[in-house]
């Protein structure tokens, strides 16, 4: 069992002091004396750093499956699994110490590895590069908890209220924000708010936490080259926070501004073409291209930022799924679907879209959408989450040219409190919250993200902080 010890120095810089290597008498510390050099590249999402304090050390023990990682002298297990434990190995030139950096919640990046005799950077300015440093370099890939969102209602609370709301999430310890991107809501008797203007003013009241949609139709109402300016420029201002989810769309959204509802293999057709044009525009200039239903002409973002906003797909069947997995740097689904449907349907379509296009598929994030409602009141959390009835009727919205929220709103009237209480998982206990994201955890998701109606939302904001997002992020937990 390998053994890799870190120092933290900030809050920010994490160094590898020591890499000891078992041989038959004992252990042998191949830094500094020797010449190999192991640096790790760690997607860690919530291994502790954020509680630690400075000075502290992080040892890491490697050993079959299983990596056993210690701070500051208390050890914790983490189970690897084939997706969140990946090593390659790559030969180049000489390092002797190398640092990591946080440059997301519980995200450390491979920074500088330095030869300890001259001490200069020898790490190329694009981390694709790194074939070309040191003589050994282990990358290791160790995916940790899921990470969880929130999600705004632009078809619930104002614009000003949302705004708020986001400054809560963020101090609550989500990962980040997700909005619909709606034109009518699903009930006549509420707001809706165009998403983008709002992302981009949430992004300026906020640190850290990533922002994007869930999602933007990107086919009928919007020309996909505008959703890609915008986007790019949302990115140009907030780098490395911006995400942008796409889906197949939904005629509450389309019809109302004149666009014909088409069948879904046609639509499916039109979001793959789109994401073309969007991924085109995002990393080519001068694009040309002639599809069947957009067209470019020598077209050109002049406004990109150094890296393109995560691409999500948006998906709840195969042949989207398939798509997602040529395509998305992400995939996105509901969360209350039965387990056997992700294993034996969108997973398989996942890993299938992903293998044609010549992708591994575990580098695609699974995100899972949970719709659940809290509230210390139980009839009161009941009737607050009967805003979100007409979703329990999906299929309908989807598949019918319905776009009146009247209408929705009338059928959603005819939904049971029962079907409502399962759908949005209605309770009173913290516990419950963080039964539904382990479930999804458990069953293969990287990300999920809560859909809910709250009485109270700020008290509901209070006790993600207090008893839910800690559980998820402490190291007792691992």
Sequence with gaps: MEMLRFQIFSYRTVCLIEHFMPIDSGYVNLLPQDALQVSCLLQVMHLGLHVCALGETITMSMGGRDVLVSISGKPTLLRSTARSLRVQE??????????????????????????????????????????????????????????????????????????????????????????????????????????????????????????????????????????????????????????????????????????DWPPFRERSRMLEEAVRVIKALWSQECVSFKGKYYSLRKATLYTKPKKPPPLYVAANGPTV???????????????????????????PALEEGARSAGRNPETIEKVAELFMCYGEDYDKTLASARFWAPVALPNIWYKYPIYDPAEMEACGDLVGDEQIARLFCVTTEPEDLIKRIEQCSKLGFDHVYITGSNPDERKTFEVYQKKVLPYFKSKDNR
Excluded at 323 to 338: C, E, L, Q, R, W
């Design 321 to 347: 799924t398939r798509i997602a997995g040529k395509y998305a740097d992400g995939f996105v689904t509901n969360g209350n679907s039965p387990p056997e449907h992700y294993h034996n349907v969108l997973f």
């Design 90 to 259: 790559f030969r180049g030139g000489s390092a002797l110490e190398c640092s990591l950096q946080v440059s997301d919640l519980g995200d450390l990046i491979l920074l500088n590895p330095i030869s300890l005799s001259s001490c200069p950077s020898i790490l190329p300015r694009r981390v694709e590069d790194l074939s070309a440093v040191s003589p050994i370099l282990l990358l290791l890939e160790l995916a940790g908890m899921v990470k969880i969102g929130w999600d705004a209602h632009h078809e619930q609370y104002t614009p000003t209220e949302l705004l708020e709301y986001a400054v809560l999430a963020e101090k609550a310890g989500f990962d980040s924000i997700w909005t619909a991107d709606h034109f009518h809501p699903w009930t006549s008797k509420a707001p809706c708010n165009f998403a983008w203007v709002w992302i981009a003013s949430a992004a300026e009241r906020t640190k850290k936490v990533s922002i994007g949609t869930g999602v933007t139709c990107p086919i009928l109402r919007y020309n996909p080259a505008i959703v890609a300016q915008a986007f790019a420029t949302l990115g140009c201002m907030y780098p490395d926070r911006i995400f942008l989810g796409v889906g197949t769309g939904e005629p509450l959204n389309e019809m109302p501004v004149g666009c």
